[in-house]
């Protein structure tokens, strides 16, 4: 792996989208109930809620097997044309959470290597990175690059790759419970952000090192994760 | 207070109603985001969330503290009108939980009494209400009917007394922590449900005596809470 001079400093940053840089899980939540409902399957939300920022396939095998229903391959695929096609008409509501931006112009202002990894495809992520105004060099993996999305760690070891480093030298910031799990697969350390909706306990118990309630207050903090700041 | 013949088998049930009977919570929360908004103020969704279920005005004296605005009683007033009319627009979505109409029909059955105490206003209710076929007969409270809603206790102890009994025979179900520090304030037993989307810790740390996934999973387990059940 190359040695980057930055790492002499701390961690690179491993971030997830939904959630944690944008404030979009109560869309995607109410998108996905959508998308169920007019397949024909009724699952209650806060159901749904639980299981958004795995990948879109898993979510919906993940939600038929509580419901008990057998949909064929089909299906699945609409459901999830529906969900992106509901989210879609939502995502003008979507911002930035509060510190977003202001966290990683930080990052980037003090040398400290930073990337997006998503479950979410491309094309659903695109609007929601133009308002944060990530610069072209940042990488950014999305569902349609690896083979399986979280909580598998495929998402997190690419962006590591992408910025040249070890996933060990990363730090995984996320809301769910499946970053944190995705994270300590790729033998990163993981820090929740109660800015998806999860209570603290279930994000400490997933793995989380710290958590914080949002990219704001992991910015006050941001020394206690390693990095020694410039300013 | 009056001894029914049903407290000799145990408790009479006072429900919350969004999150706890219907699945009604993540639209409320979109309509405050979307109230808000049209009043010039920005506020993540999780912090909204964390509010559903307490007084009306209360929560928006604490979203605005958050949010460090000042704003007059016309625009808290504005706001609570809007919030109703976002919701109302989103009302059809909303079903019974999983559960919930067995449970209540159980209970009738047996003879236990039960009641809903809500902090939503009574024209919100109804239309939820009726998805859910209440009895006329049942005692229903809602935030018209009392001086302070949650978490203050007056709601459950409204409720219990159109019951004729004291508020220290009944179980409190509900699933955010304003019902359960009301439960408590009411000096009645708290039972939490998941189906709010609160985390099990948060629930429990508020005073939970136990917590369910959701009303059915209560009804599988109603011995549990000191229902002697005729079945």
């Known amino acids: 792996m190359a040695q980057q001079p930055s790492q002499a400093h701390g961690p690179a940053f491993l971030f997830d989208l939904d959630g944690t840089l944008v404030d979009s899980v109560y869309q995607h939540v109410l998108a996905w109930r959508q998308a169920l409902e007019d397949v024909g399957i009724e699952l209650a939300v806060w159901r749904i809620h639980r299981r958004i920022g795995m990948s879109g396939g898993l979510l919906v095998n993940a939600l038929l097997r509580e419901t008990g229903q057998v949909v064929d391959a089909a299906v699945v695929a609409r459901l999830q044309e529906r969900h992106a096609a509901a989210y879609m008409e939502l995502a003008d509501q979507v911002r930035p959470l509060p510190g977003a931006r202001e966290l990683l112009e930080t990052l980037t202002s003090n040398d400290v290597p930073w990337a997006i990894a998503t479950s979410g495809r491309g094309d659903v992520a695109r609007p929601v990175l133009e308002t944060l105004g990530v610069p072209p060099s940042v990488p950014i993996v999305t ?78 903090r941001i020394d206690e994760v390693g990095v020694r700041r410039a300013i």
């Open 143 to 220: 569902r349609d690059e690896v083979r399986y999305a979280k909580p598998d760690p495929d998402l997190f070891l690419t962006a590591a790759a992408r910025l040249g480093i070890d996933a060990t030298n990363a730090v995984v910031v996320g809301d769910s419970v499946w970053d944190l799990l995705a994270a300590q697969r790729a033998r990163a350390i993981g820090i929740g952000l109660l800015s998806g909706g999860y209570g603290r306990a279930e994000l400490e118990v997933a793995g989380a090192y710290q958590v914080y309630e949002d990219t704001a207050e992991l910015l006050r």
